[in-house]
């Protein structure tokens, strides 16, 4: 059953002003404070409302238009799998609106308000990296539209999701660095909270165990999602008393600004420290020494997930019960991480 949709009135009664000040405040009116008007816009969101007209027609009919949300578009696996979504929505007859996050939470919040508002068939979907909850993307299933979440899941959210064997890819990562001779390997790791990260941290965790090497809390280092925070991370782990001699980032900007950093110390790849990365972003195999990464299929990714979404779109009551779908990934070795073992 579907979950009775908040009205302009109910806004004003949990803010205290009258049904004109929320009506103007959604659409951004001079009139209206900015203050009150992120006070409503926030609510709304929260509340999940949509515009009376348009919950109606949730009711009854959507339109032929998939909402896509990512957490940023400058950077190839993003973009990569939005070009699959499209190809497979475009070939069914249907549009793609895209949106992102900026990882940031509440704008991916409004951004599921706003295809709430524009009637979206169904909704595709990887959240920002300060993402905790589901229960926006709740609201969108609430109302009778089917979510499909890719990379980043959300574990308390029952729908179809789209992912790589991160655990496994991260361990063969790190056991090719082991086998490259090096010994102390550190990790630039993402938010702790986010399903990739932890899978690549139990990855490179269990890698180095299997090789009986110590896993030390200094060698992980937390960092943003960003070539900014490989850069900061990376001149932590280089000032310490007994720094790496490889590291595995939990992504490819993060390796980047790894890379940045490590040429900035005046430090040569691999001799004196290997790297290696996670995404087989194309900027990978232009820096100087090229990336080691793995491929995480991002174009393939995104058609699984549009092909479940209009599965879903279409069987709508009588759809499948939500799976995890694992898409094969590819280690891709570089030379960044190609330092001929030492022998005795």
Same mark, same amino acid.
């Given at each position: ?162 992912? =790589?064997?991160?655990?496994?890819? #991260?361990?063969?990562?790190? &056991? +090719?660095? !082991?086998? /490259?001779?090096?010994?102390?390997? *550190? ?125 879903? =779109?279409?069987?709508?009551?009588? #759809?499948?019960?939500?799976? &995890? +779908?694992? !898409?094969? /990934?590819?280690?891709?070795?570089? *030379? ?9």
């Amino acid at each position: 059953m579907l979950k009775r949709v908040p009205t302009l009135k109910d806004l004003a009664a949990e803010c205290g002003v009258s049904v004109s000040t929320v009506s103007r405040a959604l659409q951004g009116h001079a009139s209206i404070s900015e203050a009150t008007i992120h006070r409503i816009q926030t609510l709304a969101a929260q509340r999940g409302y949509v515009p009376n007209g348009v919950a109606r027609g949730l009711r009854h009919k959507n339109t032929r238009t998939i909402g896509v949300l990512v957490p940023e578009i400058r950077h190839d696996f993003f973009s990569s799998a939005i070009d699959g979504i499209e190809e497979v929505a475009f070939g069914k007859g249907y549009t793609v609106h895209i949106a992102k996050s900026d990882e940031e939470y509440q704008r991916e919040v409004m951004n599921t308000l706003s295809f709430s508002s524009n009637r979206v068939a169904g909704v595709i979907a990887s959240v920002s990296q300060n993402t905790k909850d589901g229960e926006h993307f709740q609201r969108l299933i609430d109302a009778g539209i089917p979510v499909v979440l890719f990379d980043r899941i959300l574990d308390d959210l029952n729908v179809h999701k789209v992912i =790589i064997d991160d655990y496994s890819a #991260a361990f063969r990562a790190v &056991t +090719h660095l !082991v086998k /490259s001779g090096y010994t102390r390997i *550190a990790h630039l790791a993402g938010p702790d909270h986010l399903n990739i990260a932890r899978e690549r941290l139990r990855g490179y965790t269990e890698a180095l165990l299997a090789a009986h090497l110590p896993v030390e809390s200094a060698m992980i280092q937390p960092c943003e999602l960003s070539e900014e925070g490989g850069q900061a991370g990376m001149q932590e782990l280089l000032g310490l008393p007994k720094p790496p001699d490889a590291v595995f980032a939990v992504n490819d900007p993060v390796a980047v600004g790894a890379h940045m950093q490590i040429r900035h110390s005046g430090l040569s790849m691999p001799d004196d420290i290997g790297l290696m990365g996670f995404s087989n972003n194309p900027i990978t195999q232009l820096i100087d020494p090229p990336l080691t990464t793995t491929d995480q299929h991002g174009y393939e990714l995104g058609r699984k997930a549009a092909k479940i979404l209009l599965g879903l =779109i279409k069987q709508g009551a009588n #759809a499948d019960k939500p799976e &995890t +779908h694992i !898409v094969p /990934s590819t280690f891709i070795e570089r *030379a960044s991480s190609q330092r001929t073992p030492l022998t005795v």
